[in-house]
């Protein structure tokens, strides 16, 4: 494999540094899935932590650097889980931590920003809006401006999933795995590309957010001036050429899924496996669903990488009764 900007030494120290309670994540088969998707499925569950998704694998990379340097503020651009997670892993380091967000971000993921004592700051528009001001507040106050898929280290430390995957010996022989700004897609695909290259890699971005799906196939940067998903943790405009450079290398495929494969996929999940996530999270199951044949007698494993996700607009989506208040 050629050589992507991650460092497989680099990532298994990333272990070292990142929180236990985000590490070895549950991966298991998920027998109970596959007569509807015709498969083999595993579950790799990257939510039964305090941030609820995978993000703070990358922010607790970042926040150990910072605590030991001089400067102790950081800030970021977030549609809601980059946020959450570099809040809790800079509230525990002692870092002054800003958080840029959309006002149309989901509502649950800014409450738990603001939760775990990071300072919002909301703007009109949408993520690209909102990376425009925490770039702009990073200059003005001159700290440290991370950058999602962009900073290695929150590459790095998705990458740690790859090993714990490649690590069990695995018996399948297919990835599927959200795309939105790339850090997870290219951290887990520059492992399972130097340690199982047999394994196949495939990106799965909704047909609303195409962009990073777009650059792939057309090989160069494609944006888009709008977006129109219900997976907003996924949904960017403007790909990083850095990232789509590892992306090239590493990814065997990027598809586009429909909202209603992603809707039936989350209720998949919540029927068969008994989780509750949020529709980034879904994608994987989406892309079987859309093209069964393709994947008729393999293993696939999906990463769960997200459960933030606003109850009400979850309910309407699914089609699950409300729960009872006592």
Same mark, same amino acid.
């Given at each position: %494999?050629?050589?992507?900007?991650?460092?497989?030494?680099?990532?298994?120290?990333?272990?070292?540094?990142?929180?236990?309670?985000?590490?070895?994540?549950?991966?298991?088969?998920?027998?109970? *899935?596959?007569?509807?998707?015709?498969?083999?499925?595993?579950? !790799?569950?990257?939510?039964?932590?305090?941030?609820?998704?995978? !993000?703070?694998?990358?922010?607790?990379?970042? @926040?150990?650097?910072?605590?030991?340097? @001089?400067?102790?503020?950081?800030?970021?651009?977030?549609?809601?889980?980059?946020?959450?997670?570099? &809040?809790?892993?800079?509230?525990?380091? $002692?870092?002054?931590?800003?958080?840029?967000?959309?006002? =149309?971000?989901?509502?649950?993921? /800014?409450?738990?920003?603001?939760?775990?004592? @990071?300072?919002?700051?909301?703007?009109? $528009?949408?993520?690209?809006?909102?990376?425009?001001?925490?770039?702009?507040?990073?200059?003005?106050?001159?700290?440290?401006?991370?950058?999602?898929? /962009?900073?290695?280290?929150?590459?790095?430390?998705?990458?740690?999933?790859?090993?714990?995957?490649?690590?069990?010996?695995?018996?399948?022989?297919?990835?599927?795995? &959200?795309?939105?700004?790339?850090?997870?897609?290219?951290?887990?695909?520059?492992?399972?590309?130097?340690?199982?290259?047999?394994?196949?890699?495939?990106?799965?971005?909704?047909?609303?957010?195409?962009? %990073?799906?777009?650059?792939?196939?057309?090989?160069?940067?494609?944006?888009?001036?709008?977006?129109?998903?219900?997976?907003?943790?996924?949904? $960017?405009?403007?790909?990083?050429?850095?990232? *789509?450079?590892?992306?090239?290398?590493?990814?065997?495929?990027?598809?586009?899924?429909?909202?209603?494969?992603?809707?039936?996929?989350?209720? %998949?999940?919540?029927?068969?496996?008994?989780?509750?996530?949020?529709?980034?999270?879904?994608?994987?199951?989406?892309?079987?669903?859309?093209?069964?044949?393709?994947?008729? $007698?393999?293993?696939?494993?999906?990463?769960?990488?997200? =459960?933030?996700?606003? %109850?009400?607009?979850?309910?309407?989506?699914?089609? @699950?009764?409300?729960?009872?208040?006592?």
């Amino acid at each position: %494999m050629q050589e992507t900007r991650l460092d497989t030494a680099r990532i298994r120290a990333a272990r070292r540094v990142i929180d236990p309670v985000f590490l070895d994540t549950p991966l298991y088969r998920c027998e109970a *899935l596959e007569p509807g998707l015709g498969c083999a499925v595993s579950i !790799k569950l990257e939510t039964a932590n305090p941030v609820r998704s995978f !993000k703070a694998r990358g922010t607790e990379v970042v @926040a150990s650097l910072l605590a030991g340097g @001089a400067s102790r503020a950081v800030v970021c651009a977030s549609a809601g889980n980059l946020g959450q997670a570099l &809040a809790w892993s800079g509230r525990g380091r $002692g870092l002054d931590v800003t958080v840029v967000a959309s006002r =149309s971000a989901t509502r649950a993921k /800014l409450d738990r920003i603001r939760a775990w004592d @990071a300072r919002l700051e909301l703007v009109d $528009g949408d993520h690209e809006t909102a990376r425009e001001r925490a770039a702009a507040i990073a200059r003005y106050d001159g700290i440290r401006l991370v950058e999602d898929s /962009l900073d290695i280290e929150t590459c790095e430390g998705a990458a740690t999933i790859g090993l714990e995957l490649v690590d069990t010996a695995p018996s399948f022989d297919t990835v599927l795995i &959200a795309l939105g700004g790339g850090a997870l897609a290219t951290g887990v695909g520059h492992v399972v590309k130097a340690l199982a290259p047999e394994v196949e890699m495939i990106c799965v971005q909704p047909l609303g957010a195409p962009a %990073m799906t777009h650059s792939w196939r057309r090989r160069r940067v494609v944006t888009t001036d709008a977006t129109d998903t219900i997976a907003d943790g996924v949904a $960017g405009r403007c790909p990083i050429p850095a990232v *789509l450079d590892n992306l090239l290398l590493v990814a065997d495929d990027a598809v586009l899924v429909q909202e209603a494969s992603i809707i039936a996929g989350m209720r %998949m999940l919540l029927d068969h496996a008994g989780l509750v996530v949020e529709p980034s999270a879904a994608l994987g199951i989406a892309a079987v669903l859309e093209d069964r044949d393709r994947f008729t $007698g393999r293993h696939v494993v999906t990463v769960v990488c997200g =459960s933030n996700v606003d %109850m009400d607009a979850y309910r309407r989506w699914v089609g @699950a009764a409300p729960v009872p208040r006592s």
